[in-house]
């Protein structure tokens, strides 16, 4: 379902206000948990105009992966769904280890 990049270094995307609070939202969700884009929305309080392109740069970086829900539920089409990427996740906590360190 995901197509996973998982090298020992990812270039690291401009972490900007809006791309912090998409990545803290990935990065809070379990490993595993795949979350969708509106669902993003209303928990950072950012605009789908917002959210999506962010989760398409990231995707590009290798830091995001996405696919479609593996089943279709009753009343709604499939979503896209998003995980953060392993190497990402690591990543992503070393970068916010440092900036809890220096604040």
Known sequence: MFCHHDPMSLPRPRLTMTTRLVLDELADAAPHEALWGYSICRTTGLLPG????????????????????????Q????????????????QYEDIRAARAKSA
């Not at 917002?50 to 539920?73: D, F, K, N, Q």
């Not at 009343?75 to 690591?90: D, E, H």
């Open 50 to 73: 917002t959210v999506y392109p962010i989760l398409a740069r990231l995707e590009r970086i290798g830091w995001v992966a996405s696919g479609m829900e593996p089943e279709l539920a």
């Open 75 to 90: 009343g709604r089409p499939r979503r896209r769904i998003y995980v953060l990427t392993a190497a990402a996740r690591r």
